[in-house]
């Protein structure tokens, strides 16, 4: 089983859609949750940063935590033609490095 | 968030030539930063750990003479590939930060 698992796609919703991404992990140990959006061509864009189990808010993005199942999850609400990129999910116990998902390619149709 | 840039954005050079990528923490410092690799629609790869003040750290497979890494100060990290080849080229991205990384920009590396 690999440490982190993502689907990776491609997942197409109209404009306006809630957008729902989803990765699963094997390692109890991890602490710390990352979502990032990657455009073609260009380096990762951290999106939401939570730590430990629960939900944070920012804007139209949402992002959930539960160690219990060992899934994290981001909800893009109101989604829009520019929210088009690749998610990438990513995790680690701390000041260490970070184990990435393969990244799920968005697509959103106007 | 923190901001972190990388020089070159886009290098070409022929190949069993060696070239230098530079990342830099413009707003914060640095002890550790990781150098990825990503060829076209696949994850990042991570290389290596740099380390302020001591040696990389290496990943699986990542040829610790071919990737050369240095991170002489806080807030640089350079990585070089030395006798470069063709099969070299791809893009490389650097990250830096504390519990949450912030990436770089990315450099296009072309290898003729």
């Known amino acids: 089983q690999k440490e982190v698992e993502q689907d990776p796609g491609p997942l197409s919703v109209p404009e306006g859609a809630i957008v729902s991404l989803n990765c699963t992990y094997s390692n109890s140990a991890f602490q710390y949750f990352m979502w990032y959006r990657q455009y073609s061509r260009k380096g990762p864009e951290l999106l939401m940063y939570t730590y430990s189990s629960g939900n944070k808010e920012d804007g139209r993005f949402t992002a959930q935590v539960d160690k219990s199942s060992k899934y994290i999850s981001l909800f893009i609400r109101d989604s829009q033609p520019s929210d088009s990129a690749t998610y990438l999910c990513a995790m680690s116990q701390g000041n260490d490095k970070i184990i990435f998902g393969k990244g799920t390619r968005l697509h959103i149709l106007p | 968030g923190a901001v972190v840039s990388q020089h070159p954005s886009r290098v070409i050079c022929k190949s069993g030539t060696s070239v230098k990528i530079e990342c830099r923490s413009l707003?914060?410092?640095?002890?550790?930063m990781f150098w990825y690799r990503q060829f076209p629609k696949q994850s990042l790869m991570l290389m290596a750990t740099s380390n302020e003040g001591s040696k990389a750290t290496y990943e699986q497979g990542v040829e610790k003479d071919k990737f050369l890494i240095n991170h002489a100060s806080l807030t640089l990290s350079t990585l070089t590939v030395t006798s470069a080849h063709p099969e070299d080229s791809s893009f490389y991205i650097c990250?830096?930060?504390?519990?949450?990384?912030?990436f770089g920009p990315g450099t296009r590396l072309t290898v003729t």
């Open positions: 990250s830096a930060g504390t519990y949450e990384q912030y």
């Open positions: 707003d914060f410092q640095a002890t550790t």
